[in-house]
């Protein structure tokens, strides 16, 4: 099955997130848990939760994403800043059990003058004392475009901040096409040669969920701006071989390309379906 989705507005609640999606013919959905510049998290109502089971159920929505706020940085030297992300993690990981089994998204943060590794274990220390035993949660780290201090930005940090990871089983990580490309990853010349370096340094298996995105900039760039697909310069064809790459076909698909709404979205996966449904015919 094809699951594919964009960014929704959490406003109105899950039921209308699912609503949405399937409105554009989306499977899936992706959201933040708050908003994406502050801290304060709006209360979830247990009638819309229910609401949205049972038609998630009815209409075949399985796996979700909800993605963290772009304030979060575990890794940063201040000790109100990491407090923050402590106290954001926590509270959203407490959250996430009421739509069980899903996958909750972060940016793993910024180093902001401080060597890497330095970053790297203030990151893996801020998971441990954040993830707990009995969460289903995934929490998955995003591959990042290596813009300024930002960690992530290759496969090996990301590797670093895993290893140091004690619950093992509840962390994966989310590709960005997007970013990995301004990170210097050619995956649209080379995207075998990308996931064969992705496997040999993280392992395939953690890879759990891809952002689709097109990019603005150059390959290596280390900029990070979306494009919608096709639009920019990796290019339809490109990010259409990465949803039918039988190593990648079978993982959830999220949109965040600069849409103003949800018609451009449902072209873009309209497209994307008209290709699986293309090279699916061709086998």
Not at 140 to 163: D, N, P, Q, R, Y
């Amino acid at each position: 099955m094809f699951t594919i989705g964009c960014h929704l507005s959490s406003a109105k609640g899950y039921l209308k997130m699912a609503e949405s999606a399937i409105s554009i013919d989306a499977n899936t959905f992706q959201f933040f848990t708050r908003n994406p510049r502050g801290g304060k998290a709006k209360e979830i109502n247990p009638k819309d939760v229910a609401a949205y089971a049972a038609y998630a159920e009815e209409h075949g929505i399985v796996r979700i994403l909800a993605h963290a706020s772009y304030t979060l940085n575990p890794a940063s030297d201040k000790q109100q800043t990491r407090d923050f992300a402590l106290m954001v993690l926590a509270e959203d990981l407490v959250r996430m059990e009421e739509t069980p089994h899903q996958l909750y998204n972060m940016h793993p943060g910024s180093a902001v003058g401080q060597p890497v590794e330095v970053a790297v274990g203030k990151i893996a220390d801020a998971l441990n004392r954040s993830l707990l035993p009995h969460q289903t949660t995934t929490l998955l780290l995003e591959t990042m475009a290596g813009k300024g201090s930002e960690v992530g930005g290759t496969f090996e940090e990301l590797a670093a901040i895993i290893a140091q990871i004690e619950l093992q089983d509840h962390v994966g990580v989310c590709l960005d096409t997007c970013h990995v490309w301004d990170a210097g990853y050619d995956i649209a010349g080379d995207l075998d040669g990308v996931l064969a370096e992705f496997d040999r340094v993280i392992g395939l298996d953690r890879l759990r969920a891809i952002h689709l995105n097109d990019s603005l900039n150059p390959c290596g760039s280390h900029k990070d701006r979306h494009a919608r697909i096709g639009e920019g310069q990796i290019g339809f064809e490109a990010l259409a071989a990465v949803t039918n790459h039988p190593k990648l076909r079978d993982l959830p698909f999220y949109l965040e390309t600069p849409n103003p709404d949800l018609a451009g979205y449902a072209e873009e996966i309209a497209k994307l379906r008209a290709r699986r449904k293309e090279d699916a015919a061709r086998l």
